[in-house]
């Protein structure tokens, strides 16, 4: 089923066959993949450290696979995830579901694993801040039921054709697949910028032409479609739950009488969709059984969703103006086609604003990732700011918030160098280890409270202000450094902010920093250089020493006991 462009022809692209939908890891699955065609590369490795030291002694459990394979036919390259105990008393999760308006408690079709769609990103242009929120909250949320121990299996799409695709690609007299592989590219770096965990499966909608087709054709035969100037489009009024996402009221709409032919129209505009578009002239098509042409939007999610998920998903996320027509109209075509319930459970990320206004180029305040970052805003200071507000809650982004964000981060960074730097007394103090598991308990609660990273984050920042002062009171022993240090570790398999590497992820951007990076066993060793010529008076290095690691972004301060401490800026 070829692509034809008018610029050139391309070779029919190979697609991977499903994964297996019952309950069986998907490496399992029987794939063909072997088309150079279908590789596009991920050029950085999310090599976030895996932050459990409780689990240090289970064997070949992987539990923050790496990225090392190139992304092939749509396989991400992560390896399937092994779920993993934990012995703390456990909170009921309990999430929002838009189609019921309730929260309700998460139970998965297959115990012990959930299966997530997210919508990924239209790849026309670099995706924009607002669309990082929502990416964001999905991978808190991945990262939070990895740490309650289940299995993740998560498909997200690469919507790789729709009208601003089609349009620009034959402006520039380009094949689509070369239009878009260069924000497909600088997508994959933003998400590995910001510690966005890789799905599972990361699969493109070139890639699945067949199987959009399949689902027209499923369509077709049940008489749910009529055909109209070469287009295939879906007739609403045959879907008798049409609405039931969003709420809109269809009952006055005549059959047939009104039908959408772009991706994107205004909200409460219910109108039959295209499912399958003539091609028009100067634009790049496919030739098909049903015909030339290409996919309208929303089939391509319910055909890649319901391909690696199933019939049925766990749990369908996004951005909350995806609502309508976008998920509407996926529950419509999906459950025509199975008459299966298509989604379990569905997870809308709430708006972000820009100090207190709408998102828009007009407005100029319209920023991708790669604008913040050229204003010297850092990828954890950002993440740490999109995550902060729960996602069910708009969002509004200002320069106070960035601020407050990177002195957060600091914070909890400067915290974890103190536990590891400072020499506490012998022996360990029960009321700090209560004061850690009542942290890690309300952290948990909180998240399991509807993703309230609100909430979580305050259990984190009350354990560091009660354990700064415990310090400073010498009742923090040496004993209960680890296991503090073992919570920090553990909050940030969800929060992924304290390794300090945005000067890296930043350079490999290609964006230039004045500061240099610091390893903490350097730090540590110009601390004791600097130490020592203190003790022979060579005060003048010691001075250099000083200014080194100020240069650096640390903060010395040396305390009335003698010792030292440090922190970043």
Known sequence: MPLISPAARSLPNTSCRPLNTNHSPPQAATRDCHSSKNRFKLLKTLNHPSLYPELAATKGSPIFAGVSAPLVAGRSGVRYNSRFPMAAKLNEII??????NRVEPLAPMHPGEVRIYTCGPTVYSFAHIGNFRTFIFQDVLRRFFRLRGFRVLQVMNITD??????????????????????YIKAFLEDIDALHIEMPEEL????????????LIEKLQAKGLTYNSDGSIYFRISKFHDYGKLSKIDVSGMQAGARRVDVDQYEKDDARDFALWKSPKSGEHFWETRIGAGRPGWHIECSAMAMKYLGDTIDIHTGGVDLAFPHHENEIAQSESATGQPFVRMWLHAEHLIINGQKMSKSLGNFYTLRDLFAKGYKPSTIRFLLLSVPYRRQLNFTEDGLIQAKNSVERLRNFVARLQAEQFAAGSNPEMEKRIEKADAEFDAGLADDVNTARALAAIFDLVRDVNAAMDRHEFLQQDAPRAVAAMEKFDSVLAVLVDDDDQKLRGLGIATSKVQLAVSQIEALIEERNAARRSRDFKRSDEIRRQLSDSGILLEDTKDGSVRWKYK
Do not use: F, Q, W
């Open 95 to 100: 999430l929002h579901n838009t189609l019921s």
């Open 161 to 182: 054709v729709d009208d601003r695709i089609i349009h620009n690609a034959a402006a520039a007299g380009v094949p689509i697949r070369e239009y878009t592989e260069k």
């Open 203 to 214: 699969v493109r909608a070139t890639d699945h032409i067949d199987d959009m087709v399949a």
